[in-house]
């Protein structure tokens, strides 16, 4: 059979006869295309960055970060313990939105 063509049961003249459209969207149904991505354009930055404050090892770097914005507390500059988990962040998600197109 051709592609995209009608092709109709050999018995047309029989009653119940059927008309198969084959490889064209019925517009009348949804496709049934599979999705396997876990973002949206909507929902990737909540969501990667829930995902990314489940680490531990990032969880410890914000708390640094919270720590060193207090006088008593401050060990480096506020503004240098910031550029660590921004950049693993920066990076982690970089490299799962790439996945997620893939």
């Known amino acids: 059979p051709a592609h995209g063509r009608m092709q109709t049961h050999p018995a ?13 969207p019925d517009p009348g149904h949804e496709s049934n295309v599979v999705r396997t991505t876990r973002y949206s354009a909507l929902t990737f930055i909540p969501k990667n960055l829930f995902e990314q404050f489940h680490r531990g090892a990032n969880t410890y770097f914000v708390f640094l970060v919270f720590i060193n914005w207090f006088n008593a507390l401050n060990v480096y500059q506020r503004e240098l313990t910031v550029v660590p988990i921004l ?10 939105a790439f996945e997620d197109m893939r």
């Open 12 to 24: 047309d003249h029989l009653p119940g006869t059927r008309t198969v459209i084959v490889d064209r």
């Open 87 to 96: 950049c693993v962040l920066l990076i982690s998600a970089t490299k799962d």
